[in-house]
């Protein structure tokens, strides 16, 4: 037979596991030094830059248009 729970504790243990794994992942992003945040950002914009490079002209999205084939 089933367990019984309890909806409305299982929603707040739910949430409250939501909010450790964002606060996790801002201790991450907070507890680095200058150098590592400056790092990261400037590889986040190289690697932006590399996907626009990848991009072809005319093409704004990734679906076909009228009439292509894939």
Do not use: F
């Not at 801002?26 to 830059?49: D, F, Y």
């Amino acid at each position: 037979m089933a367990d019984i729970i309890n909806l409305r504790q299982a929603r707040k243990n739910r949430a409250r596991a939501e909010r450790e794994a964002e606060a996790a992942a801002s201790r991450a992003r907070s507890g680095r030094t200058k150098s590592e945040k400056t790092r990261e950002r400037a590889e986040a914009e190289a690697a932006q830059r590399r996907l626009a490079g990848h991009r072809l002209e005319g093409s704004t999205s990734g679906t076909p248009q009228d009439g292509d084939a894939c």
